[in-house]
């Protein structure tokens, strides 16, 4: 293993790497030491030297791996040396046997002090014993740098020379020759620049001759001013008359310009009507479909066309925002958002264009980042999103990285600093001048290679300084960009300190974990993460490794591992074949529930995770909240295999019935069905009108039962406004919502003027509409799911059969436990095993007597738990009985209100 430093280990780390090999490096010995014992092969292969034909006759060269150029090395303050030609007759230090030595014996007049070592060589210059020193650049700058010789500086001459270093291997060892060669091929551009950089800083002697022949140019230019400036003094005069009717002109060119933009910007913005309302059903048809029996292959590619379908709804966003930021109406809503969320819903949708150019993402996430904020989530995701497409769309090879780092914090307030960057084309400073003007792409043969309209960049910028931030552009031709936005957010303090709670939950210290991941970085981001969590954690990237650690774990006193987190790539043969060989390994008695990370674009693994041992699978790259809720599912609640859903607000069952109905009046016969089908999964009836007319005759005729309107805008023979209008005037509390894909500015004040109540933007999020037309609803009498965990008929029973008695038991249950779950919590995480059995004794005697004969049945194996005190047991039996006895609640709630 390579334990030096400089330009010559880094190549030879390089090549350990490519090929395997081990060099062990000889210490403490000179040049002519080394050469000496190179020539006896007591010393097989020299690391770094110069071919000249006498080196030849012994050794053989491999290809030039860094070239350098002869410099001469002199104390600061000398002045008089520029060149070779000025060390005619001076003393000038060499090392002993190197190219320079046999270079400066060309050089009669030049007399020489020979060293065995440049290291004294140059502490002989610098204390002024020497005069000079000729020796090579790279090794020159190494000794400078790591030392105290802070007097020097370097002059290079023969600028038309470049030496190469290359590595000697005796005569006798062809073979290694070979493999350093094809190993020296593989090193990139990148690699050998990144080296370089990081070894050469030296100062060298500023060349004052174009400084001053620039002088005596400006003082010829100032003279020849001086003659003509009368000249120009009475051709300024003529001209003044021409520039007044030049602005003139100019103001004209204005106003028509601004009127021109002004048409532009609402043709845009009506434009995007029409593309709004055909992705409305697209969407809508997508949400049905999933509601249907598939398989998780087929959810994963829905969930394609939908991501595909919002990628597309931002693009006209971007329209309608830009048309927003020219008119000054472009404005923020502050709401409570989720970081966490924000990140997952970007990675989702350029995760496809990301897989589709074959180049990586990385995700990095400070771990002092919270998660939630005050602000406007959904502008910040534009944000995110539009740089992250950018970013991926000009890299054709290499990675894109998303970071965000907290730069400081000032009380509840959090600098936050979002960095997208990527190893694309990138720009040049005339590029980036262009970058941020709307409808321009950095160079006019962009939109012919990538495509986009080069708005995007412009709406990013005005939003960034909406929110009061700051964007910056860092970019190198063929190399890569950096974006870097900056922006300050307040946190959300309650729904933050949940959130920690959570985090510093006592439960996750026991849950000692294994990390099989193959990237080292990501291992250590995992890790990170982890930690933050409060969990223990093992790291390996070897198969044979996590094994081990896994059969150690069964012997006595030794660490037991709960959970596995597996990369699917880490192992050789997949990670679920991996999955396999655990649970059939018999040395292996217990074994950790195995949390899958699958790849980018590797939708069907989630189809064969029910097939194999693995308790849970989560998408790549890992989001620290969608790894926390993951091991939530696994030791807090029961494990589900794949995607999770989002838990809904209102459930969707079969039998449920409302008793008000929904009046649609729409045009449209793909929306009518999405709008019909959605309101059924919550048990709505629709009554469905195609024109506003008709929707007046509907409701005349329905107006008792409908308890909510659900207004499109743009119809034949009346419109949505009139209908509206006339509805309004029937009924003055019926909602009315209006539905429409025109979102052009005055629209919701002109809704509003009309006697609507809201305002639904097509397309809409099909969740989102469930939850609004419930919430208008204001239904509660919508029936239970046939099996109810309360028994009524019993519960009366036990009651003998009075009715009010059992509505007061009712009540003052509820009353008595609203705090049941906070209180059996608190003990279960102080471990007070006995006051857990006490509570949920009680529990059991007064759940009997109400009919809820399975909550009686679940305390009783609650209790037996308690008294064995299995931790893991414990919160298994604690998270299955949290949910029914919720559901309880709300059921006996729902009763008694009944």
């Known amino acids: 293993m390579v334990n030096i430093k400089g330009i010559t280990a880094d190549y030879l780390a390089l090549l350990e790497d490519r090929t395997g090999l081990t060099f062990k490096v000889r210490k403490n010995l000179t040049w002519p030491e080394t050469y000496d014992k190179a020539l006896s092969h007591e010393i097989p292969m020299l690391s770094a030297i110069s071919r000249t034909k006498d080196r030849e006759q012994y050794f053989i060269f491999s290809k030039a791996y860094y070239h350098f150029k002869r410099v001469i090395v002199t104390r600061t303050d000398e002045k008089g040396i520029q060149g070779i030609e000025d060390l005619s007759g001076s003393l000038v230090a060499v090392q002993k046997g190197s190219s320079h030595h046999s270079y400066l014996l ?15 060589a140059l502490t002989a210059v610098a204390n002024g014993t020497e005069a000079a020193f000729v020796g090579n650049l790279a090794t020159t700058n190494f000794l400078i740098q790591n030392s105290a010789l802070t007097n020097l500086k370097f002059t290079a001459f023969e600028a038309d020379k470049n030496l190469g270093i290359h590595f000697a291997v005796r005569k006798d060892w062809p073979v290694l020759i070979g493999i350093l060669n094809k190993a020296l091929d593989t090193i990139t551009d990148e690699e050998r620049m990144e080296i370089a950089s990081r070894w050469i800083s030296v100062s060298s002697e500023p060349d004052f001759g174009p400084f001053l022949r620039i002088i005596a140019l400006i003082g010829a230019t100032a003279l020849i001013i ?6 120009w003094i009475l051709k300024l005069k003529r001209e003044v008359k021409h520039r007044e009717e030049t602005q003139m002109e100019l103001e004209a060119a204005k106003m028509e310009a601004e009127e021109a933009n002004d048409f532009k910007s609402s043709f845009l913005a009506r434009m995007s009507h029409e593309v709004r309302t055909p992705l409305n059903a697209i969407v809508g048809m997508s949400y049905l ?9 087929q959810r994963t590619y829905i969930d394609r066309i939908t991501q ?13 925002d830009y048309a927003k930021i020219e008119k ?38 400070d771990s002092k980042v919270p998660n939630w904020f005050l602000g406007d989530g959904k502008r910040l995701e534009q944000i995110l999103l539009n740089l992250m497409n950018n970013a991926s769309k000009f890299t054709q090879k290499g990675e894109v990285l998303l970071e965000i780092r907290l730069l400081a914090r000032e009380g509840s307030k959090y600098h936050l600093c979002f960095t997208v960057e990527d190893t694309g084309i990138g720009m040049n400073d005339t590029q980036i001048s262009r970058l941020f003007v ?14 986009g309209s080069g708005l995007g960049l412009s709406i990013v910028k005005h939003l960034v300084e909406l929110m009061h931030g700051t964007i910056e552009v860092y970019s190198t031709e063929n190399e890569g960009s950096t974006f870097s936005v900056k922006i300050t957010l307040p946190v959300d303090e309650e729904r933050q300190d949940q959130y920690s709670r959570r985090l510093s939950s006592s439960q996750f210290k026991d849950i000692r974990t294994l990390v099989l991941e193959k990237n080292g970085a990501s291992m250590n981001l995992i890790e990170s993460y982890l930690r933050s969590f409060g969990m223990q954690c093992e790291l390996t990237t070897s198969e044979k490794s996590a094994l081990s650690i896994l059969e150690n774990g069964a012997k006595p006193f ?21 999955a396999k060989e655990i649970y059939e390994n018999s040395r292996i008695t217990v074994k950790p529930k195995i949390l899958l990370l699958v790849p980018m674009m590797r939708e069907e693994l989630f189809d064969e995770v029910k097939n194999n041992p693995v308790h849970l699978a989560i998408g790549k790259p890992i989001i620290p909240s969608v790894l926390l809720d993951g091991i939530v599912d696994l030791f807090e609640a029961k494990a589900t295999t794949g995607i999770h859903e989002e838990v809904q607000l209102y459930q969707e069952k079969e039998g449920i019935k409302m008793r008000k109905s929904v009046l649609l009046v729409e045009d449209n016969k793909t929306n009518q069905l999405i709008a019909k089908s959605l309101l ?30 659900l207004m499109d805008l743009h119809m034949p023979v009346m419109n949505g406004f009139e209908s509206a209008e006339i509805i309004r005037a029937l009924d003055k509390e019926v909602p009315i919502v209006a539905m429409t894909a025109d979102v052009v500015l005055g629209v919701k004040e002109k809704c509003k003027a009309h006697g609507m109540n809201h305002f639904i933007s097509k397309p809409f999020d099909p969740d989102d509409f469930i939850c609004q037309a419930a919430a208008f609803l204001d239904e509660k009498e919508r029936s239970f799911q046939r099996n109810m965990l309360l028994d009524v008929p019993s519960g009366l029973r036990s009651m003998g059969g009075n009715e009010l008695l059992y509505l007061e038991v009712l009540r003052e249950y509820l009353k008595e436990n609203q705090e049941f779950l906070s209180e059996l919590d608190r003990v279960i995480k102080s471990r007070a095993y006995e006051d857990a059995e006490h509570l949920i004794h009680k529990l059991k005697s007064s759940s009997g007597s109400i009919g809820a004969k399975e909550i009686y049945d679940y305390c009783v194996k609650f209790q037996k738990v308690l008294q064995d005190g299995k931790d893991m047991d414990i919160l298994m039996y604690k998270s299955d009985f949290t949910g029914l006895f919720q559901r309880l609640l709300v059921e006996i709630q729902y009763y008694v209100e009944k």
């Open 308 to 320: 595909a379908s919002n990628n597309m709804l931002s693009i006209i966003n971007d329209i309608l």
């Open 226 to 231: 001086l003659g003509v400036s009368f000249y």
């Open 438 to 451: 709307p409808f321009t792409q950095a160079d006019s043969t962009i939109t012919r290679r990538f495509g």
């Open 289 to 297: 479909l999933r509601k249907t029996e598939i398989t998780l292959t």
């Open 558 to 578: 030794a660490g037991q591992i709960h959970l596995l987190i597996l990369d699917y790539d880490a192992p050789k043969n997949g990670g679920l074949q991996f």
């Open 680 to 709: 059924s999964r919550i048990g709505v009836d629709t009554i469905v009108a195609s024109d506003g007319l008709q929707g007046v005759d509907l409701f005349k005729e329905h107006q008792k039962t409908i308890g909510l309107v």
């Open 328 to 365: 000054g109406k472009a404005e923020l809503e502050i709401t409570s958002f989720s970081l966490d969320q924000v990140i997952q819903n970007v990675i989702s949708i350029v995760s496809y264009k990301i897989d589709e150019q074959g180049i990586g993402l990385r995700l990095i996430k």
């Open 106 to 120: 060309g050089f009669p007049d030049i007399n020489l002090s020979l060293y065995d070592a440049v290291e004294d």
